[in-house]
Structures are given as C-alpha cells and as structure tokens.
C-alpha cells in the first residue's frame, strides 16, 4: 500500500522518523494507505526550507506569481478525476460532491487569489502642505496553515493560495484524517515549477505536527480551521507568543424558517443545507426554528423528503449521502443521538447507523436523522455534532426565535427563510453569525468576508481579508 510522503523544500520525502500512520477508507474502515508520522524535526526541516525560499519568493513579481498559482490551478484541473477519486475515499464524501464542489473550489481558490496578486493594492493618505503616508503591506515571512478533514482540499487551499499570493512561505499540515489530496497538490505544485521551499506541506498528527507548527517561534502568523476546542489550544500558544491568528471554528447554526416562505423551495434547500457532505460542513444548518402556524406541514415535507435521501456507497452516483468521515466520528455523532432521546427528544425519521452490504459492510454510515421535542438550551441544540442529525423547534414570533437562535456559543452561520423584505434584513442585522443566507445557502462569493464570532472563531478569510491577514501594513509619512 501506498506511503504518501511530506512536501519539504521541493521534494517528497519521508518523515525523519520513518514511522508512518494508517489511513482509512470511511466507505469501507480498511486501511488503504499511510501518512507519515511526522513530528518537530520535519517541522523544522519544512520552516528552514521556507524561511530559505522566502527572499527570493516574496521578492518575485506579482505577475510570475499569478502565473504560477494559475499553473497549480490548471494542473489540479488537469487531474480532477484522481483528485475527486481520492478526496472522496478520503473523506467519504461522494463522489458527486467532490467532483460538483470540494475540487473546482480549490482550483478556484488558486486561481481567484492568482488574480489578486494584480489587483491587491494599499492606501495613501495625502495631508495638504504637510506632507504624504503611504502605506506598505509586506508579506510576513513564513507562515502555518492548519486545516480539517471536512473539506480537504477546498479548505488547505483556501489558506494556501492567499498565503503565497501575498509573498509569503508555507509550512502547511493538512489533518490526519484526510491527507491524500494535499500529497497530490504536493505532485502539482512541483510539476506547476513552484520553486522548492516555497510551500511545504508536513503530514502527521495534530498534537505532535500542528503543535510543533504553532509552537515555532518564528512561524508567525496561524491560519486554522477546525474545532472550537483545538482553537483554543492554538490560541492559548499563540497569542503570548504574539503571532497573527486566524481561527476557523464550529458552529451551531440556525434555520429559521417563516411561515410565508417560499413553502417546496424551502424544503428542498433545507434539507440540503442540513446533509450535504454528510451534515459535516461548518456551515450546515443543524438547528431548524419553525414557526408555528406551518410546523406540522413543514415537518411532514422536511421529513418525507429526507427519507428519499439514499445513503451509500459514495463511488455509486445514486447515493447522495456517503460515510461519515472515521470511526471515531461516526461514533461521537451516534453519542449525540442518544443523548437527544435521553433529553427528551423525539426521533421523526434515522436515528441509527446503517450497516450495508458488499465492499461498505464495514464503513462508516448512519441515516440522516431528524428530531423534534427538545428544550432549545439542551445540550443536543447546544453542542456542535458535525453529522447528518438535525433538530426541529416551532417559535411564535421573530423575537422568540431570535432569543433560541442566538441562545448557543457559536456564531458562524445563519439562514433566513421569509418573503418579507423588512423581516428577512431584521433578522439577518439581529442574528449572531458572520455569514447570513436569505432564501438560499452556501452561495459563496470569494470576494466576501468569510468566518465567524463568538466561539466560531477570530477573523475573517476571504477576499481581501485573506491578503490583509498574511500581510503586515507600514506606514510611511514623507515630510513636503
Ligand atoms: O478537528 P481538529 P477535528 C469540528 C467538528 C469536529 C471537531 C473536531 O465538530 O467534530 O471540530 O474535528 C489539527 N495544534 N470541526 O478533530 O482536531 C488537526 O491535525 C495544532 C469543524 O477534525 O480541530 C487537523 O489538521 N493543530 C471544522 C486540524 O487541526 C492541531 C471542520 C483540525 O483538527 C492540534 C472540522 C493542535 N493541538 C471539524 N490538534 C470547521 N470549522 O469546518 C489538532 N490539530
């Protein structure tokens, strides 16, 4: 079986300590290759050949940049079958998915942040007969970009492109959990000619590899999406040690459905906003705020049309939900179920994992799963399950559902789901996320400002906020 190998100073390499971890294919729970089992020293291999590669990286022109960031976005294209293959027995997310989303969204990511190398431009503030500021934005030097399992390549992307956009170097670790496509963006890059050291990608755990990452004194800025738990070990390290910090956290987020919504395009949509990629993306909707007068129907229609939604093999395209992403996290969502019965919760259709035939019989599945009759502070509409499992809960009016909306620690996304113009922007300014759908979800402008409050994170992603964050402002006053 394969052995995938680090990315460090322009080559594929194994890690110092020749030890290598299992990787798991969710659809089946068999071993299907290995990441190595890097620690510090690769860590300090990966910052010394990027700290190398940095004068003369963040000295290149912004057009052989773009050209080639554009060239690692052609070659992705290039290989989309081997990446949506690999991103989906990776992750267990179908096949479909990764060839409709995750891939085109990294070659997207690449390309959009290719552009912005000719258009990211800095201020001046002129004061009449005294003098002029300019304001230089220098890239930082070398930075760490830590990413998750849900969103493999869509997500270590959107870290990476801005980071090297802006002229700075990379250590990167993509997680444990779903490494594959980052070794072969590691295989693009040196095809695209990214000169050695520029970006290094170290493969390991997260307590061992992202931790040396973050603990690298002069690695000094940190872009992380993962959970909100991890976020705050990151940030407890980090922030003494001064460094930049972008978090990307959980969420929790609401649906808040009127009764004068668009009643059949607001089913369908919420059903997808709730088990895309098997509920395990940050941004799905998992708590769904129904006002009374169209509970009962809303939840007859939710319900009827989630029991159509086919849960398998995700290399068959009939199926629309596949495995979830490990055993262990299959596991803590099935926790989450029963704790939701236990709290008082009533289960309307799923509630269990679903043991299937042929090569998935020992994968990782479980059914989509809705649930009524909980208290909106219990802990099941509280605590962040990152699955296929959603909770209804019937409000009176806007300022009810507000209060419920709002009730949790997060604060990253929302969506809204009313014909009324005035309420849609009331509710939209009231509610505590950075990120608000009206009638629609996951429509994404990347120019946008991406991320969330509370305990969904720090900062924002995104547009200019990604070449702002992996750029340090000076100004400079010249005396007339
Ligand atoms: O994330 P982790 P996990 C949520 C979801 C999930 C929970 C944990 O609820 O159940 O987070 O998921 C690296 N120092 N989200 O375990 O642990 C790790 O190796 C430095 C929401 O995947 O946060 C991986 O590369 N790095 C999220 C990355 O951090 C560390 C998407 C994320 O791992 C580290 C995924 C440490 N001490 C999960 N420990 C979203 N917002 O989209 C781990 N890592």
Redesign the pocket.
């Known amino acids: 079986m394969e052995q995938l190998k680090n990315y460090i100073n322009g080559e594929l390499v194994e890690p110092v300590s020749k030890k290598y971890l299992d990787n798991y294919e969710p659809a089946t729970g068999e071993v299907y290759s290995f990441i190595p089992d890097s620690d510090e020293r690769d860590v300090q291999s990966a910052f010394d050949s990027a700290k190398n590669a940095f004068e003369t990286w963040s000295k290149t022109s912004l057009e052989n940049r773009m050209l080639i960031l554009m060239k690692v976005a052609d070659g992705i294209e290039k290989r989309m079958d081997e990446f949506v293959a690999a991103e989906s027995k990776d992750n267990g997310k179908p096949q479909k998915l990764a060839r409709a989303v995750d891939i085109p969204r990294a070659v997207s990511n690449f390309r959009f942040y290719a552009s912005a190398t000719q258009h990211f431009a800095s201020e001046s503030h002129h004061m009449p007969g005294v003098g002029i500021n300019y304001t230089l934005r220098h890239p930082i030097g070398v930075v760490g970009c ?6 493999p390549l869509y ?1 270590f992307s959107w870290k990476i492109a801005p980071a090297l956009a802006t002229g700075n170097c990379v250590v990167a ?5 779903t490494p594959y496509t980052a070794y072969l963006l590691s295989q693009v890059c040196i095809e695209a000619g990214l000169p050695k050291g520029v970006l290094n990608i170290v493969h390991g ?3 061992k ?3 040396a ?2 603990e690298h004194e002069n690695i000094k800025a940190i872009s ?8 705050k ?2 940030a407890s390290i980090a922030a003494p040690m001064f460094k930049k910090l972008s978090l ?4 929790k987020n609401p649906t808040i459905v009127f009764a004068d919504c668009d009643f059949e395009e607001t089913v369908k949509q919420v059903v997808t906003a709730s088990f895309s990629n098997q509920g ?3 941004l799905c909707g998992s708590r769904i705020f129904i006002e009374k007068s169209i509970y009962e129907k809303f939840k007859a229609a939710f319900v009827a049309r989630v029991k159509t939604l086919k849960v398998g093999d995700p290399n068959e395209e009939s199926y629309v939900i596949g495995a979830i992403v490990s055993l262990q ?1 299959k596991q ?1 969502i099935l926790s989450y179920i029963k704790l939701a019965q236990e709290e008082g919760g009533e289960i309307l259709c799923g509630g269990s994992e679903l043991k299937l035939a042929g090569r998935c019989a020992n994968g990782y599945f479980i059914e989509p799963t809705v649930i009524e009759g909980l208290d909106y502070k219990c802990r099941t509409n509280q605590e ?3 699955g296929p499992v959603v909770t209804l809960t019937l409000f009176e009016n806007e300022e009810e559902v507000l209060i419920m909306a709002n009730s949790v620690k997060y604060g ?1 996304s929302a969506t809204i789901w009313t014909n009324d113009l005035k309420r849609a922007h009331r509710v939209a300014e009231k509610v505590e996320a950075g990120i608000v759908w009206i009638n629609s979800w996951l429509v994404r402008d990347l120019r946008t400002p991406f991320g969330g409050v509370k305990a969904s994170g720090v900062g924002r992603e995104g547009g200019w906020e990604a070449m702002r964050f992996f750029t340090e402002p000076k100004n400079v006053f010249i005396k007339s």
């Open positions: 830590i990413s998750p399992w849900n969103l997500l670790k993509p997680s444990e959990i755990l997260g307590n590899v992202g931790q990452i973050v992380f999406t993962g959970g909100t738990e991890t976020g070990r990151i990307e956290l959980g969420g395990e993306i940050c996290h803590k962040e399950i990152f990253l």
